[in-house]
């Protein structure tokens, strides 16, 4: 048996591609699979198969399929479920949707989304766990239960989560071949030279700061990311503009603004929350000051979010309005820029 050894890890979902020996024996591919697929159930499997998510040479197949010689098995799963163990938490969710099968979230800043070391309460997850407690897939000890995408912990804005397995499997596929519709808005420093724009390039883990995301212009480290964004308003020292996804990446906007120069507003991880455009004025200083008080995380919110209900097959669509803080802040710079200009 010959495996391509392609793993990647996109979001919150994995994708494995196997090319079948030659000298492979006729079997079912819920059976093969789950010989080959480190943790994945056959019952994982299968509902894998019945969302969609497995194909062959191209073609979706059901579970009862039976493998073939040389035949190229690409399969798109849910993550495994881990050791720990998750403990329901009754904290408030702002839910702008749900349904039998999705549930849409305004996430707050500040609230992480699923337990990881040094966070095993207080998360997205955990609250997930105590309000869906009678269904199986939150009773299934899985520590990101229902997830097939994320935001960072100091970011705001829309989250979807799936409430069963079909669910789950038929968003994952839309998250990987993008077939959804991201916008976030975010206020960076500088001012940019055209209205609007694409930055691209791979990212990965920095290799002098694991916790943090590098562009690599090197296509042999990280995954390639896309990023388009356009001006809504410059604000003098700082725009506010729109990015729209085109991939997924793990701290995409903001690794991508440091790289071309222009950081997100009061990002501590990635050098914004210095006051990096201005004057040496004091009172300049103290005014940015005010403003990361107001706003003390990265100016970067979840705004927009359209997909294919996993059942209906029918277009939602998702749009908030931007945070209290965010909206605090942008005030103050329009108001400064006034005062500016008239003084």
């Known amino acids: ?76 799963l849910a993550f495994p479920p881990r050791d720990e163990e998750i403990i329901p938490e009754n904290i408030p969710l702002n839910i702008i949707f749900e349904d039998d099968g999705i549930v849409v979230v305004n996430k707050e800043a500040g609230m992480v989304v699923h337990p990881a070391y040094g966070n095993f309460t207080g998360t997205l997850v955990n609250a997930l766990y105590w309000r869906y407690k009678d269904l199986p897939l939150f009773q299934s000890g899985d520590m990101r239960p229902g997830l097939v995408h994320r935001i960072d912990k100091n970011t705001s804005g829309i989250i ?51 916790k943090i995301m590098s562009v690599h212009e090197d296509d042999s480290y990280g995954k390639p990311a896309i990023t388009h964004y356009k001006l809504i308003e410059r604000l003098g020292y700082v725009n506010l503009i729109d990015c729209k996804l085109e991939t997924g990446r793990t701290h995409q906007i903001r690794a991508h603004f440091k790289h071309i120069g222009h950081p997100l507003f009061n990002d501590h991880e990635y050098g914004g929350d210095k006051i990096l455009k201005g004057t040496t004025f004091s009172k300049y200083k103290q005014f940015v000051e005010n403003c990361f008080k107001i706003l003390p995380r990265q100016a970067l919110h979840a705004k927009y979010l359209a997909f294919d209900h996993p059942s209906t097959g029918k277009r939602l669509t998702f749009d908030t309005e931007l945070p209290s803080d965010m909206k605090q802040v942008i005030d103050k710079w329009r108001n400064y820029i006034v005062g500016r200009e008239n003084g």
């Open 1 to 76: 048996m010959k495996e391509d050894d392609i793993k990647e890890s996109v979001d919150l979902y994995e994708h494995f591609r196997i090319t079948v020996d030659k000298g492979q024996s006729l079997v079912r591919i819920d059976k093969f699979l789950h010989n080959r697929i480190e943790n994945a159930s056959r019952t994982k499997i299968q509902h894998a198969a019945d969302a969609g998510n497995i194909l062959v040479n191209d073609i979706s197949v059901k579970s009862n399929y039976k493998v073939k010689p040389c035949d190229v098995i690409s399969v798109v």
């Open 160 to 210: 979807v989560i799936a409430k069963n397995e079909q669910a789950l499997n038929k968003l994952a596929r839309q998250f990987f071949y993008h077939t959804i519709d991201r916008h976030y808005v975010a206020l960076v420093w500088g001012n940019l030279k055209q209205d609007e724009g694409t930055i691209s390039g791979n990212i990965g883990r920095s290799i002098r700061d694991r």
